[in-house]
């Protein structure tokens, strides 16, 4: 079992960054497969980024690619995405998520999920 608390959420204005963070619980967080996702009213949930369990690949959504960035740090549980050159279409709530075994970029993988945070850019 893994619970994932989502940190880092806010208003900021276009072309500024943020950095969410996702902390997770249980010993084995570093043999999962960590996603973030984003869902805006009346849409479905989208990928966003993803990183396997070592930290050495990463998936990007076209839309965020140049833009944000996915790290994990297994040795605290953490999990962080920087965002950068944020636009007003980035404004969602976001969603981590954990997975055991393969990589994935879609969300029905996905076996854990935390509460999300919203992100909201002005323009």
């Known amino acids: 079992q893994v619970q994932l608390v989502e940190s880092g959420g806010g208003l900021v204005q276009a072309g500024g960054s943020l950095r969410l963070s996702c902390a997770a619980s249980?010993?084995?967080?570093?043999?999962?497969?960590m996603g973030w996702f984003r869902q805006t009213p009346g849409k479905e949930r989208e990928f966003v980024t993803a990183?396997?369990?070592?930290?050495?690949?990463?998936y990007y959504a076209n839309s965020v690619k140049g833009r944000f960035t996915i790290s994990r740090d297994n040795a605290k549980n953490m999990a962080y995405l920087q965002m950068i050159s944020l636009k007003p279409e980035d404004t969602a709530v976001y969603y981590c998520?954990?997975?055991?075994?393969?990589?994935?970029?879609?969300?029905?993988?996905?076996?854990?999920w935390g509460r999300g945070t919203q992100v909201t850019v002005s323009s």
């Open positions: 990183i396997n369990w070592t930290g050495h690949r990463a």
């Open positions: 998520a954990a997975k055991r075994d393969s990589d994935s970029l879609y969300t029905y993988d996905y076996d854990y």
């Open positions: 249980g010993r084995t967080f570093s043999s999962y497969t």
